[in-house]
């Protein structure tokens, strides 16, 4: 939360406005970013770059920038309660997961009808794949403009698995059991280190269930939901998920209860990498792209030296979702605009303007990322075009379900439970159960047990 | 007077336990001594080497926080205001008029007002604001802050009211004053007292509060010190300490003077149901 | 001087006379009825028919909330849940335990034995105590927070360096003993007030009484048992009903450690918060808020039928 100046600056302009008609239009742009810090490269790219070039070609228009530095979960709280009162920034970044429970809720609105014809005559819609419209998009209709999507895998810290006699650069587990044994062997290497981070808990929030829970559930083949949309409130991947966060946590200690349970617990695995702590760490793509790169707080000394990545087995070769032996999962952000905007054609007009080619080109020279439209290229990063290649293939998508953020926040209670060794595995899967139940009626659920 | 050695023993160890129990309540406090001067500091207790202001330096260079505690001051001095002014004309009506059903209403009022407290009441609260097209504004605060205060503040100056002389006004009316004027220019000067621990009162729940102002402000150019001392934390979401502490000396400073200027003046007397 | 916050001073007379008329009175009265009605008054009868709705923030029932009945107080009270941590009855049996050891043991009994001390000790010491007494008790919520999340730090705050100091073994508070931490914060940051409302009925005991009893040879604890303790039994009542109050609805502890470990600090009113604003369940929360009135309403009538017998005697 550490600029916050723009907010300031903005909330002047709307009182000076009062006063007097202002000539120039304000355009409020919130992204959790911050330069320096989480999703450096986003905000260096709005900030340098979007914003110099928007208000060239459009010289009455003023943007600023809100940089977010707090917590996803800090974030959505924030933004729910903003749009539900008519406040809040007039753009922002967005996760495509959250889209039906705000559209539900009334907060979001398709961009046609908030912005009108503009929305619907934009060339840029070509460009972007299926798949990806798909990611801001509930019910046919498109709520936001996708930046791109992301893949999960298992990051690993080369120079611990060699202390351990591991052959870190051909080390590609296949079983969870490939994961423990060498989870054990640094481990016994270095007895106060805490070799594997798998998220869990509620502080963490939905980087709990997307790169903890779902990583390890999806190589039980199973998902948080079935072919029908039902919520899987009982099964034997629960259980062996579950088992799993215990056998880490609880019974063999080889991961940091403490970091799974303390309020800055992310913070905390992160440092935990970074200090060589750590050594195999379950995250997205984000954290090589965002978290780790020099300069930043959780740099990883001699990156390129150190750090390596291995796709995520499943639980035993084939038992992973569609019968896969590697599985990961993607999710895709994007920005929305305000449904309560005082300019709407304004700010469909940057909204629009930041993803034309130039833009999105300027931000893949800043950082590489997976992009939406078809027409940016990637440019040359060894790191994201393998790991592309090797794990979009292989990738799942969160259900799009207006209650999945609910369920969601049982899922990291449930982990919590087990990982706090407060409940067994099938207790927290019984409570987890009835929370479930709770939220989309029985109907909508279904045991497999 | 004599001491026997028992009752001098007695009185030593009277002395030591209860300076004991201060430095048990001066401790987690210590640190705030320190570390604001501390351009190194950390979460451990450590005495500057050298002492320095630089923290408050930067933390003055943040416009951010210094609108924040501006607000904080808008919001407090706004809603002490309105408090001091309404409970006084209530608290006033209450004592000297006759009108029906004045007991049963203060019963009802203090009732409410015991039940009704911010922890319970968030959701109607936040409802109301938002109906009222109120969110992220300063008022919303004011009013939400004057409507939880009134009542006790009515009730303790209801009773201050109570104890002054209804001879006082009397004799003024008898010299000619309207019952207003005896209000203004007789009753006023003589409660003035029971205002004052009204306003301190007001302003130290205000000042500190954090629930309220961080569910009815939405945008960063409204928020109190309060919540704005959660801009202190590194740009990956780590406090940075330094600037924590330096900045929360700043924002307790108003609390501390009003303490110390209370207890110089008044002494600090206990006034009864201070601090809701 | 009374201490007594709310009782009024002896009743005099009731005359035929006001000093201010009806009409004048009612004026006066206006804004302060406005804003009690709006935002104390108001919120009491939304709140309790929210509780009957399924209200929501995000998802369908945001816009087309539904009439439930007592659904979410049916839910509140499921037994098959009531107990598990992060559920309501959890939390309400934490809040009772968490108030009678922080305000009912903790507050009061310090304070009294602080208002006890500060009669007989040096003027010197007796004001440095009640000082950093005070300061815990006005300080900034946010700031105390702050202060005692630095205290208690494994690595390097205050207490564990004392404690090894001492050559005993550092803990890790916020973790493993959560509810002694906010159960010892909540005695810190409370106890002032109960030392006030004791020091102020104390020193309004005649002094003759106590001079009385040094002639006769009476201890310290002889004269805080005989005379002392029964001549403020009134104060104790108000003061033990008062803490009680408002230690079940302080949500100060939710800034040192957000309700957690896993719900192991979660008072009511974080619970509240968490269902309303984190959850986004305003039906549910208002239910909670509304059984959290039940019981302020309950402490409120004894604290007010004790208040009326006083002001009949």
Redesign the interface.
Known sequence: ?????R??A???AGATALAAPALAVDLDVTCRC?????N?GTAEWIENSVIPAFEAAHPDFNVTL?QF???D?QLT??L???F?????PDVTAFDGFLIP??V????LKPLNEVAGAAVDSWTGWAALSEGSRALMEYQGAYYGIPLGTDVRMLYTRKDLLSEAGIDADNWQPTSWDDILAAARAVKQAKPDSFPIQLNA???MGEATTMQGYWLALLGTGEAVTDESGKFIVSSQGILDTLNLYKTIYVDEQLGDQ?AQ????GR?RS?ANFRDGVTALLFEGDYFYRSVTPEG???AVPNRDAVLGWAKVPAKTPGSGIRGQDFVTISGGTGFVINPATDAPAEAWAFLSFMNEPEQLAAFQAIQPRITARTDVEIPNSPFLTETSQELLPLTTARPND??Y??VS?EIQ?MT??VV?G?LSPEDAMA?YK??VI?IVGEENTVSLL | MGLTIPAFVGRIAFSALAALIGVVFALPLLWFLFAPFNARAELGLAVPDPWTLSNFFTVFGNSYAVQALWNSFIQAIGGVILVGAVATLAAYALSRSSIPGKGAVTYILLLFSSVVSGSAAMVPIFLIISAAGLMDTHLAVILTFAGGLLPTAMFILRDFIDSIPKSYEESAMVAGASPVQAFFDVALPVIRPGIVVIVVWSFVNIWGSFLIPFILLRSDSNMPASVAIYSFYSEAGTPIVTLLAAYSLIYSLPVIALYLFVSWRFGFRFFGGIKA | MTAEPTASPPKRKPRNFALLSNWAGAAFLTPAGILVSVFVIVPFFWIIFVSFTNRTLLGRTALNPEWVGLGNYLALFDPATFFQRGQFGFSLILTTQFVLASALLGQALLGLLLAWLIQTVPPAVKRITETFVIAAWILPEVVIGFAWFAFLDRDQGTLNMIIEGLGLPPGDFLLQQPFWVIVVFNTWRGAAFSMMLFSSAFSSIPPSYFQAADVAGASSWQKFRDIGLPLIRGHIVTDLILITMWTFNTFTPFLLTNGGPSYRTELVSIYNYRVAFQDFQFGKGAAVGVIMMLINLAFALIYLSIGRKKKVR
């Open positions: 939360m550490s600029n916050r100046l907010a300031f903005f909330g002047l911050v330069i320096g810090g989480v450096s809100n530095g707090g917590e979960a709280q924030q729910a309660l903003d539900s009162t008519g406040a809040g429970s705000f539900e809720g009334g907060l808990g509620v502080a403490r349970l303390l309020a800055d913070n992160f930043s707080e959780f207006p209650n953020n609910a926040a209670r919590e439970a706090s407060e409570q009835s929370a709770a």
